[in-house]
């Protein structure tokens, strides 16, 4: 037990600071139609709710038309989250929140939040996700 509360976040609420590689999200929304379910909760900053890490999850969500996405709540200052980088640059928090605030994404997969300890898979049936339109 990691100690992690994962809530259900509307989709629309949601804040991305990241591009995204629009095959990936194809990819992951036909994964994630023939699991039924949504295996991993993203990472979101509370206050703003930035999503910090799961853009291409929150994409595929927003492509299946989902009201909902598990999601793990945390502040920057939270000693269990820290910000690294997948390339040579780096990144604060502040140019992350200001990414999402003023919609000048910053490259996909540029940012890596690590959560010691790391949290376990957490599936969450679709049916449970809700659909954003009724037919």
């Known amino acids: 037990m990691t100690g992690y509360a994962v809530a259900l976040i509307a989709v629309d609420s949601l804040r991305p600071s990241e591009h995204v590689d629009p095959g990936r999200v194809a990819a992951l929304a036909d994964e994630i139609v023939a699991a039924g ?54 990144f604060s928090p502040d140019d992350v929140l200001r990414a999402a605030a003023t919609g000048q994404l910053l490259p996909a997969k540029s940012t890596r939040h690590i959560l010691a300890p790391a949290p376990g898979p957490e599936p969450v049936s679709l049916c449970l996700l809700g659909p954003t339109r009724m037919p």
């Open 37 to 90: 379910e949504l295996r991993q909760p993203i990472l979101v900053e509370r206050e703003s709710l930035t999503i910090l890490d799961g853009h291409h999850r929150w994409h595929a969500a927003r492509c299946l038309g989902l009201a909902r996405i598990p999601a793990i709540a945390l502040s920057y200052q939270d000693p269990r989250l820290t910000l690294a980088s997948w390339s040579e640059r780096s």
